[in-house]
Structure formats: structure tokens, C-alpha cells
């Protein structure tokens, strides 16, 4: 294990903001029909509340890992996806909803 650093306030070295470029490694970029989507995935420890999954409509319970995907963009309609549920997208059926008495084939 290296020794921490401490700088005095004086000398402590400049960050420069235009030349250091952010990288998130888990932040990638996937088009298909719809356009370009951005997609992050997150690790268990930063899920920290329970969100609903678009694909399967089912609940992503706390620090689970998962899928936050959103048109290039369009942030505000970010959605958390399950990491399966995600993949799967463009393989789903549209759901059909049947009366009770309605024959399942």
C-alpha cells in the first residue's frame, strides 16, 4: 500500500477541468430500431431503492444489480431495467390478456 499524499493548500496539484476527460467504465452506448441508447450498468451497492422493470413489470428490489438504459438525450425517461430484461427487449411478445374462461392456445 502506497503513503497517502498531503499536499499543504498551497501546493496541492491544479485540476484541469478542460483537459481531464470523465470515463465510466460501465457506460456504454447501444442502437437499435428505436435509436441510440445509452446504457449504464449499476452494481448492487448503488441500487439503493426499489424500482419497477419495464420489461417484465416486475419490482428490482434494493442493491440488486441492474440496467439503467435511456435515449440519447432524453435522460428525464431514463428506466431501470433487470440486466436479462434488458438483453431480451426486442425478443418480446406483445402481452395478451385472456378472460378466465378463454383457452390458453
Not at 15 to 37: A, P, T
Not at 45 to 50: C, D, I, L, R, V
Not at 87 to 102: C, D, L, Q, S, V
Amino acid at each position: 500500500m502506497s503513503p497517502r499524499k498531503n499536499y499543504p493548500k498551497n501546493r496541492r496539484p491544479k485540476d484541469n477541468d478542460d483537459e481531464r476527460e470523465v470515463s465510466l467504465s460501465s457506460q456504454s452506448f447501444e442502437e437499435d430500431e428505436n435509436g441510440l441508447w445509452i446504457v449504464r450498468k449499476l452494481t448492487g451497492s448503488s441500487a439503493n431503492k426499489p424500482y419497477r422493470c419495464p420489461g417484465c413489470d416486475q419490482v428490482i428490489p434494493m442493491a440488486t444489480p441492474h440496467t439503467v438504459a435511456w435515449l440519447d438525450g432524453d435522460e428525464d425517461n431514463r428506466r431501470h431495467w433487470h440486466n436479462a430484461c434488458w438483453t431480451k427487449r426486442n425478443n418480446r411478445r406483445p402481452r395478451t390478456e385472456r378472460t378466465r374462461n378463454a383457452p390458453r392456445y
